[in-house]
Protein backbone atom coordinates (compact mmCIF):
# COMPACT_ATOMS: atom_id res chain seq x y z
CA UNK A 1 0.00 0.00 0.00
CA UNK A 2 1.50 3.31 -1.03
CA UNK A 3 0.91 6.76 0.71
CA UNK A 4 1.22 10.58 -0.01
CA UNK A 5 1.70 10.93 3.47
CA UNK A 6 5.49 11.64 5.11
CA UNK A 7 7.45 9.22 6.72
CA UNK A 8 7.21 9.77 10.56
CA UNK A 9 10.68 9.41 12.43
CA UNK A 10 9.83 7.01 14.83
CA UNK A 11 8.63 3.37 14.60
CA UNK A 12 8.15 3.57 18.31
CA UNK A 13 7.28 5.86 21.19
CA UNK A 14 7.43 4.90 24.32
CA UNK A 15 4.85 7.33 26.59
CA UNK A 16 5.82 7.15 30.44
CA UNK A 17 9.19 5.67 29.68
CA UNK A 18 10.39 6.66 33.48
CA UNK A 19 7.29 4.67 35.11
CA UNK A 20 8.22 1.78 36.91
CA UNK A 21 6.99 -0.27 34.47
CA UNK A 22 7.84 2.08 32.07
CA UNK A 23 11.82 1.33 32.35
CA UNK A 24 10.97 -2.23 32.22
CA UNK A 25 9.39 -1.74 28.76
CA UNK A 26 12.69 0.34 27.84
CA UNK A 27 14.67 -2.54 28.97
CA UNK A 28 13.08 -4.72 26.91
CA UNK A 29 12.53 -2.10 24.15
CA UNK A 30 16.46 -2.12 23.58
CA UNK A 31 17.04 -5.31 22.76
CA UNK A 32 15.57 -5.16 19.88
CA UNK A 33 16.23 -1.82 18.24
CA UNK A 34 18.67 -2.09 15.17
CA UNK A 35 19.01 -6.06 15.30
CA UNK A 36 19.09 -8.45 12.52
CA UNK A 37 15.69 -8.83 11.52
CA UNK A 38 13.43 -6.61 14.06
CA UNK A 39 11.26 -3.97 12.50
CA UNK A 40 12.29 -1.59 14.80
CA UNK A 41 15.31 0.94 13.55
CA UNK A 42 14.32 4.44 15.65
CA UNK A 43 12.83 4.70 18.84
CA UNK A 44 11.75 7.66 21.21
CA UNK A 45 11.27 7.70 25.00
CA UNK A 46 8.80 10.27 25.91
CA UNK A 47 7.45 12.00 29.39
CA UNK A 48 6.97 14.77 31.59
CA UNK A 49 10.88 15.40 33.39
CA UNK A 50 13.37 14.66 30.47
CA UNK A 51 15.71 13.70 33.69
CA UNK A 52 14.37 10.96 35.01
CA UNK A 53 13.73 9.43 31.55
CA UNK A 54 17.73 9.29 30.59
CA UNK A 55 18.67 8.03 34.36
CA UNK A 56 16.09 5.35 33.10
CA UNK A 57 17.79 5.23 29.61
CA UNK A 58 21.21 4.58 32.14
CA UNK A 59 19.09 1.95 34.03
CA UNK A 60 17.63 -0.15 31.34
CA UNK A 61 21.02 0.02 29.38
CA UNK A 62 22.97 -1.93 32.09
CA UNK A 63 25.62 -3.20 32.07
CA UNK A 64 26.29 -1.72 28.67
CA UNK A 65 27.80 2.22 29.59
CA UNK A 66 27.35 4.43 28.09
CA UNK A 67 23.48 3.82 27.07
CA UNK A 68 22.67 4.66 23.28
CA UNK A 69 21.55 7.83 22.06
CA UNK A 70 18.20 8.02 21.95
CA UNK A 71 15.37 10.93 21.41
CA UNK A 72 13.73 12.33 24.83
CA UNK A 73 10.55 14.20 24.10
CA UNK A 74 8.37 15.97 26.52
CA UNK A 75 4.89 15.23 26.57
CA UNK A 76 2.42 15.26 29.57
CA UNK A 77 -1.38 13.66 29.45
CA UNK A 78 -2.54 17.31 30.46
CA UNK A 79 -1.59 19.00 27.29
CA UNK A 80 -3.07 18.05 24.28
CA UNK A 81 -0.84 19.81 21.96
CA UNK A 82 1.99 17.98 23.15
CA UNK A 83 0.59 14.65 22.73
CA UNK A 84 -0.90 15.64 19.36
CA UNK A 85 2.62 16.55 18.28
CA UNK A 86 4.19 13.11 19.71
CA UNK A 87 2.06 11.17 17.80
CA UNK A 88 2.29 12.91 14.72
CA UNK A 89 6.51 11.49 15.13
CA UNK A 90 5.59 7.87 14.89
CA UNK A 91 4.19 4.84 13.76
CA UNK A 92 3.51 3.73 17.07
CA UNK A 93 2.92 4.61 20.85
CA UNK A 94 2.98 2.16 23.33
CA UNK A 95 0.94 3.91 26.63
CA UNK A 96 2.62 2.63 29.77
CA UNK A 97 0.61 5.75 31.86
CA UNK A 98 -1.73 4.58 34.32
CA UNK A 99 -4.15 4.50 35.66
CA UNK A 100 -5.59 4.58 32.22
CA UNK A 101 -9.13 5.80 33.82
CA UNK A 102 -7.55 9.40 34.95
CA UNK A 103 -4.73 9.49 32.16
CA UNK A 104 -5.25 7.27 29.71
CA UNK A 105 -7.99 9.06 27.04
CA UNK A 106 -6.13 12.26 25.64
CA UNK A 107 -3.67 10.15 24.72
CA UNK A 108 -5.69 7.84 22.43
CA UNK A 109 -7.54 10.84 21.20
CA UNK A 110 -4.04 12.03 20.25
CA UNK A 111 -3.24 8.68 18.60
CA UNK A 112 -6.48 8.38 16.26
CA UNK A 113 -6.64 12.25 15.39
CA UNK A 114 -3.25 11.97 14.39
CA UNK A 115 -3.38 8.41 12.80
CA UNK A 116 -0.76 6.57 14.46
CA UNK A 117 -1.78 2.93 15.97
CA UNK A 118 -1.74 2.77 19.58
CA UNK A 119 -0.51 0.04 22.37
CA UNK A 120 -0.99 -0.16 26.52
CA UNK A 121 -0.93 -2.11 29.38
CA UNK A 122 -4.42 -1.09 30.63
CA UNK A 123 -6.10 -4.14 32.78
CA UNK A 124 -9.17 -1.41 33.32
CA UNK A 125 -12.28 -2.78 31.80
CA UNK A 126 -14.45 0.87 32.30
CA UNK A 127 -11.65 2.77 30.31
CA UNK A 128 -11.19 0.02 27.19
CA UNK A 129 -15.23 -0.25 26.82
CA UNK A 130 -15.23 3.74 27.09
CA UNK A 131 -12.51 4.10 24.43
CA UNK A 132 -14.83 1.24 22.48
CA UNK A 133 -17.91 3.39 22.33
CA UNK A 134 -16.22 6.77 22.00
CA UNK A 135 -13.15 6.14 19.35
CA UNK A 136 -14.16 3.04 17.37
CA UNK A 137 -15.85 4.86 14.34
CA UNK A 138 -13.25 7.40 13.96
CA UNK A 139 -10.00 5.39 14.62
CA UNK A 140 -11.16 3.28 11.64
CA UNK A 141 -11.62 5.74 9.35
CA UNK A 142 -8.09 7.88 10.65
CA UNK A 143 -6.78 4.12 9.86
CA UNK A 144 -5.70 4.31 13.50
CA UNK A 145 -5.55 0.77 14.94
CA UNK A 146 -6.44 0.72 19.13
CA UNK A 147 -5.67 -2.23 21.05
CA UNK A 148 -5.70 -2.20 25.03
CA UNK A 149 -4.76 -4.56 27.36
CA UNK A 150 -1.56 -5.84 25.67
CA UNK A 151 0.62 -6.85 28.76
CA UNK A 152 -0.71 -9.62 31.41
CA UNK A 153 -3.89 -8.10 31.10
CA UNK A 154 -4.88 -10.03 28.72
CA UNK A 155 -2.76 -11.58 26.70
CA UNK A 156 -2.17 -14.84 28.36
CA UNK A 157 -5.78 -15.55 29.34
CA UNK A 158 -7.05 -14.66 25.66
CA UNK A 159 -3.97 -17.05 23.79
CA UNK A 160 -4.62 -19.32 26.24
CA UNK A 161 -7.83 -19.64 25.82
CA UNK A 162 -7.59 -19.82 22.40
CA UNK A 163 -4.70 -22.32 22.50
CA UNK A 164 -7.22 -24.77 24.88
CA UNK A 165 -9.94 -24.20 22.37
CA UNK A 166 -7.75 -25.49 19.54
CA UNK A 167 -7.58 -28.73 21.16
CA UNK A 168 -10.67 -29.36 20.92
CA UNK A 169 -10.34 -31.25 17.62
CA UNK A 170 -13.05 -32.63 15.00
CA UNK A 171 -16.59 -32.95 16.54
CA UNK A 172 -15.36 -32.38 20.24
CA UNK A 173 -16.67 -28.89 21.58
CA UNK A 174 -15.61 -26.87 24.79
CA UNK A 175 -18.24 -25.82 27.30
CA UNK A 176 -15.92 -24.18 29.85
CA UNK A 177 -12.68 -23.42 30.35
CA UNK A 178 -11.51 -22.02 33.55
CA UNK A 179 -8.51 -20.24 33.90
CA UNK A 180 -6.35 -20.96 37.40
CA UNK A 181 -3.74 -17.84 38.11
CA UNK A 182 -0.51 -19.19 40.07
CA UNK A 183 2.20 -16.33 41.14
CA UNK A 184 5.51 -18.08 42.31
CA UNK A 185 7.97 -16.38 43.86
CA UNK A 186 11.62 -17.58 46.06
CA UNK A 187 11.42 -14.47 47.51
CA UNK A 188 7.81 -12.55 49.05
CA UNK A 189 6.89 -9.95 46.07
CA UNK A 190 5.17 -6.50 46.27
CA UNK A 191 3.78 -4.66 43.48
CA UNK A 192 4.66 -0.87 42.68
CA UNK A 193 2.41 1.91 44.13
CA UNK A 194 1.43 2.96 40.77
CA UNK A 195 0.16 -1.09 39.85
CA UNK A 196 -1.79 -0.82 42.90
CA UNK A 197 -3.58 2.41 42.08
CA UNK A 198 -4.78 0.80 39.02
CA UNK A 199 -5.84 -2.01 40.33
CA UNK A 200 -8.42 -0.31 42.85
CA UNK A 201 -9.25 2.11 40.00
CA UNK A 202 -9.70 -1.04 37.71
CA UNK A 203 -11.46 -3.15 39.86
CA UNK A 204 -13.68 -0.21 41.66
CA UNK A 205 -14.95 0.86 38.59
CA UNK A 206 -15.72 -2.80 37.24
CA UNK A 207 -17.88 -2.94 40.46
CA UNK A 208 -19.83 0.09 39.24
CA UNK A 209 -20.32 -0.39 35.57
CA UNK A 210 -22.85 -1.51 33.19
CA UNK A 211 -21.08 -3.36 30.33
CA UNK A 212 -22.25 -2.47 26.34
CA UNK A 213 -24.20 -5.26 24.95
CA UNK A 214 -22.35 -7.98 23.05
CA UNK A 215 -23.56 -10.77 20.40
CA UNK A 216 -24.99 -13.88 22.50
CA UNK A 217 -22.24 -16.60 22.18
CA UNK A 218 -23.32 -20.11 20.72
CA UNK A 219 -21.22 -22.10 23.08
CA UNK A 220 -23.25 -25.95 23.19
CA UNK A 221 -24.47 -27.32 26.52
CA UNK A 222 -25.70 -25.01 29.32
CA UNK A 223 -24.37 -22.55 31.35
CA UNK A 224 -22.24 -23.69 33.85
CA UNK A 225 -23.23 -23.29 37.56
CA UNK A 226 -21.23 -20.97 39.88
CA UNK A 227 -20.23 -23.56 42.25
CA UNK A 228 -18.27 -22.98 45.63
CA UNK A 229 -16.81 -19.58 46.45
CA UNK A 230 -13.31 -21.25 47.42
CA UNK A 231 -12.31 -24.17 45.05
CA UNK A 232 -9.98 -27.12 45.91
CA UNK A 233 -8.21 -28.06 42.09
CA UNK A 234 -6.72 -31.00 43.66
CA UNK A 235 -5.57 -31.63 40.16
CA UNK A 236 -3.66 -28.67 39.94
CA UNK A 237 -2.60 -28.63 43.13
CA UNK A 238 -4.13 -25.51 44.25
CA UNK A 239 -7.36 -23.51 46.41
CA UNK A 240 -8.69 -20.67 44.22
CA UNK A 241 -11.16 -18.06 44.57
CA UNK A 242 -12.88 -16.01 41.84
CA UNK A 243 -10.97 -13.05 40.23
CA UNK A 244 -12.62 -9.74 39.28
CA UNK A 245 -9.87 -9.01 36.33
CA UNK A 246 -10.05 -7.86 33.13
CA UNK A 247 -9.37 -11.31 32.10
CA UNK A 248 -12.59 -12.49 31.40
CA UNK A 249 -14.19 -9.32 29.94
CA UNK A 250 -11.57 -8.87 27.55
CA UNK A 251 -12.03 -12.36 26.14
CA UNK A 252 -15.50 -12.05 25.70
CA UNK A 253 -14.93 -9.02 23.97
CA UNK A 254 -12.85 -11.13 21.55
CA UNK A 255 -15.56 -14.02 21.34
CA UNK A 256 -17.99 -11.61 20.96
CA UNK A 257 -16.22 -10.06 17.87
CA UNK A 258 -15.48 -13.28 16.49
CA UNK A 259 -19.15 -14.19 16.74
CA UNK A 260 -19.87 -10.70 14.64
CA UNK A 261 -16.82 -11.43 12.09
CA UNK A 262 -16.58 -15.75 12.34
CA UNK A 263 -13.53 -15.61 9.94
CA UNK A 264 -11.92 -12.73 11.45
CA UNK A 265 -11.27 -8.95 10.65
CA UNK A 266 -9.68 -8.36 7.38
CA UNK A 267 -6.50 -6.73 7.11
CA UNK A 268 -6.00 -3.37 6.02
CA UNK A 269 -3.84 -4.81 2.95
CA UNK A 270 -3.65 -8.49 3.46
CA UNK A 271 -2.57 -10.86 0.34
CA UNK A 272 -4.85 -13.97 -0.42
CA UNK A 273 -2.22 -16.10 1.32
CA UNK A 274 -3.23 -14.38 4.86
CA UNK A 275 -6.64 -14.27 3.87
CA UNK A 276 -6.52 -18.04 4.24
CA UNK A 277 -4.44 -18.58 6.66
CA UNK A 278 -6.40 -16.08 9.37
CA UNK A 279 -9.87 -17.98 8.00
CA UNK A 280 -8.12 -21.18 8.67
CA UNK A 281 -6.68 -20.05 11.97
CA UNK A 282 -10.54 -19.08 13.09
CA UNK A 283 -12.20 -21.97 12.08
CA UNK A 284 -10.24 -23.87 14.72
CA UNK A 285 -11.19 -21.69 17.65
CA UNK A 286 -14.21 -22.63 19.43
CA UNK A 287 -16.04 -20.60 22.06
CA UNK A 288 -16.11 -21.48 25.71
CA UNK A 289 -17.87 -19.49 28.39
CA UNK A 290 -14.83 -17.96 30.28
CA UNK A 291 -13.50 -17.68 34.02
CA UNK A 292 -10.50 -16.56 36.02
CA UNK A 293 -9.65 -17.68 39.24
CA UNK A 294 -6.15 -16.89 41.46
CA UNK A 295 -4.85 -19.89 43.25
CA UNK A 296 -2.52 -20.79 45.84
CA UNK A 297 -0.89 -23.92 47.44
CA UNK A 298 -2.31 -23.04 50.57
CA UNK A 299 -6.04 -22.36 52.08
CA UNK A 300 -4.37 -19.46 54.45
CA UNK A 301 -2.86 -17.43 51.37
CA UNK A 302 -6.80 -17.45 49.63
CA UNK A 303 -7.80 -16.44 52.89
CA UNK A 304 -5.14 -13.63 52.31
CA UNK A 305 -6.44 -12.63 48.68
CA UNK A 306 -10.02 -12.37 49.88
CA UNK A 307 -9.26 -9.95 52.82
CA UNK A 308 -7.38 -7.69 49.71
CA UNK A 309 -10.77 -8.62 47.24
CA UNK A 310 -12.60 -7.12 50.33
CA UNK A 311 -10.69 -4.04 50.72
CA UNK A 312 -10.69 -3.65 47.44
CA UNK A 313 -14.81 -3.55 47.54
CA UNK A 314 -14.89 -1.15 50.22
CA UNK A 315 -12.20 1.18 48.65
CA UNK A 316 -14.57 1.32 45.46
CA UNK A 317 -17.22 2.98 47.25
CA UNK A 318 -15.31 5.92 47.66
CA UNK A 319 -14.00 8.30 44.84
CA UNK A 320 -10.34 7.66 43.94
CA UNK A 321 -10.60 5.02 46.58
CA UNK A 322 -10.21 7.45 49.65
CA UNK A 323 -7.06 7.63 51.24
CA UNK A 324 -5.83 4.28 50.85
CA UNK A 325 -3.27 5.66 47.75
CA UNK A 326 -1.31 6.91 50.80
CA UNK A 327 -0.69 3.70 52.80
CA UNK A 328 -0.65 0.63 49.75
CA UNK A 329 1.05 -1.79 51.92
CA UNK A 330 -1.71 -1.48 54.48
CA UNK A 331 -4.89 -1.37 52.28
CA UNK A 332 -3.21 -4.35 49.86
CA UNK A 333 -2.35 -6.73 52.94
CA UNK A 334 1.34 -5.82 51.50
CA UNK A 335 0.85 -7.31 48.26
CA UNK A 336 2.01 -3.97 46.98
CA UNK A 337 4.22 -1.03 48.12
CA UNK A 338 4.63 2.19 47.68
CA UNK A 339 8.83 1.50 46.05
CA UNK A 340 7.64 -1.44 44.19
CA UNK A 341 9.84 -4.37 44.13
CA UNK A 342 13.37 -4.51 43.79
CA UNK A 343 15.30 -6.18 40.46
CA UNK A 344 16.25 -9.19 42.41
CA UNK A 345 12.55 -10.40 43.77
CA UNK A 346 11.32 -9.48 40.22
CA UNK A 347 13.63 -11.74 39.04
CA UNK A 348 12.63 -14.29 41.28
CA UNK A 349 8.94 -14.35 40.51
CA UNK A 350 7.03 -16.50 37.90
CA UNK A 351 3.28 -17.17 36.61
CA UNK A 352 1.49 -20.18 36.15
CA UNK A 353 -1.81 -20.07 34.34
CA UNK A 354 -3.77 -23.50 34.71
CA UNK A 355 -6.83 -23.30 31.09
CA UNK A 356 -9.30 -26.55 32.57
CA UNK A 357 -11.79 -27.14 29.41
CA UNK A 358 -14.59 -29.05 29.67
CA UNK A 359 -16.66 -29.99 27.02
CA UNK A 360 -18.18 -33.04 25.31
CA UNK A 361 -16.33 -35.31 23.13
CA UNK A 362 -18.86 -35.11 20.07
CA UNK A 363 -21.32 -31.70 19.29
CA UNK A 364 -24.27 -34.36 18.64
CA UNK A 365 -24.28 -35.53 22.41
CA UNK A 366 -25.80 -31.67 23.09
CA UNK A 367 -28.17 -32.58 20.73
CA UNK A 368 -29.29 -35.64 22.56
CA UNK A 369 -29.77 -34.04 25.71
CA UNK A 370 -26.87 -34.74 27.58
CA UNK A 371 -25.54 -31.78 29.57
CA UNK A 372 -23.37 -32.83 31.80
CA UNK A 373 -19.41 -32.87 29.66
CA UNK A 374 -17.76 -35.79 29.20
CA UNK A 375 -14.33 -34.62 28.32
CA UNK A 376 -11.63 -32.86 29.65
CA UNK A 377 -8.40 -30.58 28.17
CA UNK A 378 -5.82 -28.99 30.50
CA UNK A 379 -2.92 -26.81 29.11
CA UNK A 380 -1.01 -24.00 30.92
CA UNK A 381 0.81 -20.79 29.84
CA UNK A 382 4.00 -20.19 31.65
CA UNK A 383 6.14 -16.88 32.21
CA UNK A 384 8.64 -14.58 34.20
CA UNK A 385 7.03 -12.03 36.75
CA UNK A 386 3.73 -10.61 35.53
CA UNK A 387 3.98 -7.02 35.97
CA UNK A 388 7.39 -5.96 35.15
CA UNK A 389 8.68 -9.14 32.88
CA UNK A 390 5.96 -11.09 31.25
CA UNK A 391 4.25 -7.29 30.43
CA UNK A 392 6.89 -5.99 28.92
CA UNK A 393 7.99 -9.09 26.71
CA UNK A 394 3.94 -9.13 25.42
CA UNK A 395 3.90 -5.32 25.08
CA UNK A 396 7.25 -5.36 22.57
CA UNK A 397 6.22 -8.62 20.44
CA UNK A 398 2.93 -6.75 19.88
CA UNK A 399 4.61 -3.92 18.78
CA UNK A 400 6.69 -5.60 16.69
CA UNK A 401 4.01 -7.60 14.97
CA UNK A 402 2.38 -4.37 14.59
CA UNK A 403 5.29 -2.55 12.85
CA UNK A 404 6.30 -5.51 10.55
CA UNK A 405 2.75 -7.03 9.77
CA UNK A 406 0.61 -3.93 9.36
CA UNK A 407 -1.05 -4.42 6.48
CA UNK A 408 -2.27 -7.92 7.77
CA UNK A 409 -3.85 -6.34 10.66
CA UNK A 410 -7.22 -4.21 10.87
CA UNK A 411 -7.32 -0.80 9.02
CA UNK A 412 -8.36 0.89 12.65
CA UNK A 413 -10.69 0.71 15.17
CA UNK A 414 -10.34 -0.08 18.79
CA UNK A 415 -9.77 -3.69 19.30
CA UNK A 416 -9.54 -6.17 22.19
CA UNK A 417 -5.53 -7.61 21.33
CA UNK A 418 -7.18 -11.44 20.55
CA UNK A 419 -8.61 -10.74 17.48
CA UNK A 420 -6.10 -8.64 15.84
CA UNK A 421 -3.02 -10.87 17.19
CA UNK A 422 -4.65 -14.36 17.40
CA UNK A 423 -3.91 -15.36 13.39
CA UNK A 424 -0.40 -13.88 13.69
CA UNK A 425 2.42 -15.48 15.20
CA UNK A 426 2.38 -13.65 18.98
CA UNK A 427 2.20 -17.05 20.33
CA UNK A 428 5.56 -18.58 19.00
CA UNK A 429 7.16 -15.33 19.67
CA UNK A 430 6.63 -15.47 23.11
CA UNK A 431 7.46 -19.43 23.10
CA UNK A 432 10.40 -17.78 22.07
CA UNK A 433 10.76 -15.18 24.51
CA UNK A 434 10.01 -17.22 27.88
CA UNK A 435 6.25 -17.64 27.88
CA UNK A 436 5.34 -20.74 27.35
CA UNK A 437 2.46 -22.63 26.05
CA UNK A 438 1.84 -26.47 26.70
CA UNK A 439 -1.10 -29.25 26.61
CA UNK A 440 -1.30 -30.72 29.79
CA UNK A 441 -3.72 -33.62 29.53
CA UNK A 442 -6.84 -34.52 27.16
CA UNK A 443 -9.65 -37.02 29.54
CA UNK A 444 -12.61 -38.80 29.45
CA UNK A 445 -14.78 -36.89 32.08
CA UNK A 446 -16.73 -39.98 34.12
CA UNK A 447 -20.17 -39.25 36.06
Not at 68 to 78: D, E, F, V, W
Not at 412 to 441: C, H, K, M, W, Y
Request: glycine residues 10%.
Amino acid sequence: MTSDLPTPPYDLIILGASGFTGKYVVKEALKFLNTPSSPLTSLALAGRNPTKISQTLTWAAAPNPPPPSIPILTANTSDPHSLRRLCSQTRLVLNCVGPFRLYGEPVVAACVESGCDYLDICGEPEFMERMEASYFEKAAEKGSLVISACGFDSVPAELGVMFNSRQWEGAAVPNRVEAYLSLESDKRIAGNFGTFESVVLGVANALRRSRPKKPRLQIPGPPPSKGPIIEHQKKIGLWAVKLPSADAIVVRRTLGALTENPGGLPGRNETDEHIKKREAFWSTVKPAHFGVKIGTKSLLGIIRIMIFGLFLGLLGLFPLGGGCFKVPSFFSVGLFRKEGPSDEEVRSASFKMWFVGRGFSDRSLVSQGNTKPDMEIVTRVMGPEIGYLTTPIILLQCALIVLSQRDDLPKGGVLPAGIVFGPTDLQERLQENGVTFDVISKNAISH
